[in-house]
């Protein structure tokens, strides 16, 4: 298992190059597939999600190949003269939430897409494609989500175990989880839920099968106490089953202190749980939030596609980079309106224009116009620079007090961070393709509220946060378009943030400290993990971040571009500790 190790407090100074976008190339890469042709693509990102796309696209017949142009950096060949419409399985797409653009790049090209969605062992934090569904359906598709999904753990444990069974059985449809636990405890649980009209078979097997189904939860139709004569490890773990499908609270006194149920706990509300108390003798478990719709096989199938007029009733990046996919070979002419207007939209949008398309008006407030046409073609491109890798190193370089420049950026993607910054109290001189950024004394705290482009990114809003956590005042932090967004406040506070999240999470007062501490903290998620990583950038002592894979999700190089401005930071290999009640 592998760890980056901090050594905090060291100033960063230097130059560092920017990568391409994440964002832009995680949308273009899938839209190659809409003609039959060659192309060239450089300045894509070295991160893992590429690496998944690509594994995608060649599934689906295309052929890549990966060279160097003349500065030594990455260049993709992709020749879609081959590709075909196959179904893009779970083992694939789950790696990779923008599986979700292959629906629109299949679906416009073929007329047919069927794409496995990831989600299935999420019931919090997941990002719905509603949306884009129907923006599909208003170009004259038929969509629907299918059931029949695989599951397989990368380890037989039990608690992932059970959390892949109460997934599926809050999901819609039939999910096979391979390389399940075989342990007792699973085959009780299964036999328990079996009691309450579960479907589930496999039990003391490494393959289970779950149908979604209503669990019967008549026993707790009210708020209920319940009072156990001893601390029982069954009967906890039961009544949590239990209540997790009851939509009144249900409150377990005496219940088992076990570390497992700690680790459960914590696991199940990431997945939309409500559970408080884990691993002390009074154990609440409050109405789980709902589940993500969009599990299973999302099939999208078209005789044709027709223009029409697409009205988003909010502002949504990924169905509008997905609706100008499904539009641009549509008959007729398409308008989006409230789409979004983040620069990765524009730069989808210019890429299909040099393949040929007819796209006006991605990236300004007026609705997007499309004219379908009868083909695209084979061309070059360059993604533009990533704006939250830029944005990330200049919030590294502001909480060391450092004096850094970032190249190969574009200024005016940067201007709501920018501005905070500035705000903040840092010095940042701007040139046509670099940014310099200074930081002395302790900088002031600034009010920050998160808004689709041009306003600030909720991409970079745990970093700006953390940033925040060690500025001289207090604030308030205002971001309300992920759910979850601020659970990385959790190891925050580990180092000494003084952060309170409101009930909603959708904001949070934080109060500045001198200084942050070293310790052993976890990457929630991408964004979160970037967070940590400028948390340990600041912080006194050593800081040692898990959960890694997260971050290699979307940063390129990101311990030797540190380590180029001065960090002390190191990609360290740990043992694995096998634990089934750890998970």
């Not at 310099?436 to 600030?456: C, D, K, Q, W």
Request: hydrophobic share 40%.
């Amino acid at each position: 298992m592998d760890k980056f190790v901090i050594q905090g407090g060291k100033r960063l100074e230097g130059t560092v190059r920017i990568a391409g976008s994440k964002n832009s190339s995680v949308a273009i890469l899938p839209a190659t597939i809409l003609a039959k042709g060659k192309f060239r693509i450089e300045n894509v990102p070295d991160i893992d999600d590429i690496l998944v796309i690509i594994d995608i696209l060649k599934h689906l017949g295309a052929k890549v190949e990966i060279t160097t142009n003349s500065l030594g950096e990455k260049v993709f060949e992709i020749d879609t003269t081959d590709v075909e419409p196959k179904d893009i399985p779970y083992a694939l797409s789950s790696k990779l939430r923008a599986s979700y653009y292959f629906i629109g790049s299949l679906l416009g090209r073929f007329r047919s897409a069927r794409v496995a969605m990831p989600g299935g062992c999420s019931f919090g934090s997941v990002r719905p494609i509603d949306m884009h569904l129907k923006a599909f359906e208003d170009l004259g598709a038929t969509t629907k989500t299918l059931g029949n999904i695989e599951i397989e753990l990368k380890k037989p444990s039990v608690v992932a175990t059970l959390n892949a069974i109460l997934a599926a059985i809050r999901s819609s449809g039939t999910t096979i989880i391979k390389n399940a636990s075989t342990d007792d405890i699973i085959k009780d649980v299964i036999s328990d839920l079996k009691n309450r009209n579960a479907n589930i078979e496999g039990g003391g097997t490494d393959t289970i099968t779950v149908a979604g189904c209503k669990l019967d939860t008549t026993l707790l139709e009210t708020n209920t106490d319940i009072r156990f004569d001893e601390h029982s490890e069954t009967a906890t773990l039961n009544f949590i089953l239990m209540a997790l499908n009851s939509n009144c609270t249900t409150v377990i006194h005496h219940a088992s202190k076990d570390a497992g149920f700690v680790t459960l706990a914590d696991s199940l509300n990431k997945m939309g749980a409500n559970i408080k108390g884990a691993g002390t003798d009074t154990l609440t478990i409050g109405p789980a939030k709902a589940t993500n719709s969009s599990y299973g096989i999302v099939e999208a199938v078209a005789d044709e596609l027709i223009g029409t007029t697409i009205n988003f009733n909010k502002v949504s990046v990924g169905a509008t980079m997905n609706a100008i996919m499904a539009a641009v070979l549509a008959k007729g002419k398409t308008v989006i309106k409230n789409a979004a207007r983040e620069p990765h939209i524009v730069d989808l949008a210019n890429f299909l224009n040099h393949m040929g398309a007819n796209i006006r008006g991605a990236g300004s407030s007026s609705p997007i116009e499309i004219t379908g046409v009868e083909e695209l073609h084979g061309c070059e491109w360059t993604i533009i620079p990533d704006q939250i890798e830029a944005g990330t190193y200049m919030v590294a370089a502001a909480i060391t007090k450092g004096h850094i420049t970032l190249t190969n950026i574009e200024p005016k993607h940067l201007s709501s961070i920018t501005s905070k910054l500035r705000e903040c109290g840092c010095v940042i001189n701007e040139q046509y393709d670099s940014v310099e950024v200074i930081a002395g004394s302790r900088l002031n705290a600034v009010g920050l509220t998160t808004a689709p482009h041009p306003g600030f990114p909720t991409d970079m809003q745990p970093q700006f946060t953390t940033l925040l956590s060690v500025c001289e005042g207090s604030c308030g932090v205002n971001d309300g378009i992920w759910e979850d967004r601020f659970r990385y406040v959790k190891q925050l506070k580990k180092m000494g943030a003084d952060i309170e999240v409101a009930q909603n999470n959708k904001s949070a007062l934080v109060k500045g400290v001198p200084t942050l501490n070293g310790t052993l903290v976890k990457a929630d998620d991408l964004r979160a993990g970037a967070a940590m990583i400028i948390a340990g950038l600041g912080a006194q002592g050593e800081t040692v971040i898990e959960n890694i894979s997260h971050i290699d999700r979307g940063y390129e190089d990101v311990v030797e571009k540190l380590t180029s401005l001065g960090a002390v930071i190191e990609r360290r290999s740990f043992p694995d500790i096998v634990c089934d009640s750890c998970g």
